[in-house]
């Protein structure tokens, strides 16, 4: 099969447009999950789907796609989504966050601000905040539509008397526009503050067909106590190739005895830093 | 014993209900209910399984839709029809001003959320957003309702079924609502249980002057607790006025075999 045997980006015209109606309407309505007919993409659930289809939704040819996963371009997941686009819409890919017009992500947000005119894309696995108290779909809808929220500080107030402090690092819940309660998709809360950007972010779910959004420049707040504020935390150090202090990083297992270091998430960042010059702590002992 | 005299702090009544009904298809569930409540008022319920108790709670706290009549409760001094007003407005009187304690415990708590928790959901709900101040609060209604302080971060799984139901009573209470309704909130428990939990129940009523609305089958319930009794029948209220009167003193037939019946056993 040759790439010509495909509708540009895959899906058809018709599904297209009803995904781009939804997306609309999510935009109009910052946090509101906006149900939609997913599609069948010749991929499985989990692996992105709902973003997939967002992204295949919004893609002009003129478009440059830029696809991570946990904040890297060269991961199996990442490399097959960019694959898969360039193939069927022949659009241009990169891994630079600046170059980027449509970005697709999982579990992060570069760390090098969007600008506006860019387009963020999350792929969601559980798009409903309120699901891991109020199992029953009906009355977590019903809890939206009247503002009933309570339950998004229990949630909060049971982490506090467990551990001390609010232990959810991940899928940290936030307020949209003093509306709407919003998982803002599995990233570390450290990325929560950059949900206030100047891009557009569309979030796609896949198999729980709901697509939302946060138009550009909208009020995201994430949820606390007074005397339990929302703290962006990460690790307290520095990435080992690049120095960065300010950058979201992971923990790595360097060799088999036990070696550790901590890096950059997001690997466009640190490329750009170590390119700019910067290096950390595991290059200079190479040195 | 007897009950309290009522507290009678107003001139216009909490809760007055007129000509309500709900049908399940054909059969009734309860027909042509009237009552009026007033303010520090308790009203029992009482009656035989399928008279209609539970429906007609059901109705009053917003459960269900009645297929007619009205269920007018005072809204900032003025009666208001809470069977037809929007849906969000009654469900934000149900988490303030009403209460609803479940004869099954579980059905009123999350069995998944900690002592604590459950007791702050309504604090929560209302808008707190100080932990220190939620769980000072939770401790203190622990405290109430004789549950140990330092439960408050187990589940209500590891409670006993006293317990649950003694806490599912703290989390109705905290928020100081004007009208409790309890579906056999004494209902299968162990008689000893009965008795402390119901003694704890008398406690709180007299000291927060609570308005409430109790079903039970058990009269000894509403001879501790009602100052007003109603007794339903096939979905009717056959009989109504005040406890001590209905029950010395029953006028209907069947309220005769009911009082009779529970006193031979
Ligand atoms: N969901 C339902 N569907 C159909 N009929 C119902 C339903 N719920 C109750 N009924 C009927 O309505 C009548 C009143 O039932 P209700 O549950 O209100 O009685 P009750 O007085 O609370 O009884 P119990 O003491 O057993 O709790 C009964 O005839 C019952 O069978
Ligand atoms: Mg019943």
Redesign the pocket.
Known sequence: MTATDYNFAYLDEQTKRMIRRTILKALAIPGYQAPFASREMPMPYGWGTGGVQVTAAVLTPEDRLKVIDQGADDTTNAVSIRRFFARTAGVATTEATTEATVIQTRHRIPETPLTEGQILVYQVPIPEPLRFLEPRETETRKMHSLEEYGLMHVKLYEDIARHGAIATAYAYPVKVEGRYVMDPSPIPKFDNPKLCSPAIQLFGAGREQRIYALPPHCSVVSLDFEDHPFEPSKADAACGLCGATDSYLDEVITDDEGGRMFLCSDTDYCAGRQAAGHRGAAQEDAA | MNAPAPVVASDAPLLRVRGLE?R??A????AAVSFDLWPGEVMGIV????????????CLAGHMAPDAGEVLFDVGGVLRDTARMAEAERRRLARTDWAFVH?HAHEGLRMGVSAGGNVGERLMAVGARHYGDIRAQALDWLGRVEIAADRIDDRPTAFSGGMRQRLQIARNLVTGPRLVFM??PTGGLDVSVQARLLDLLRGLVREMGLSAII?T?DLAVVRLLADRLMV?K??LVVEQGLTDQVLDDPQHAYTQLLVASVLQV
């Open positions: 709900k399940y298809g059969r009734i569930g309860c009656g035989e399984s399928g008279s209609g108790k539970s429906t007609l709670l059901g004869q579906d056999e079903v089958h339903m096939d979905g």
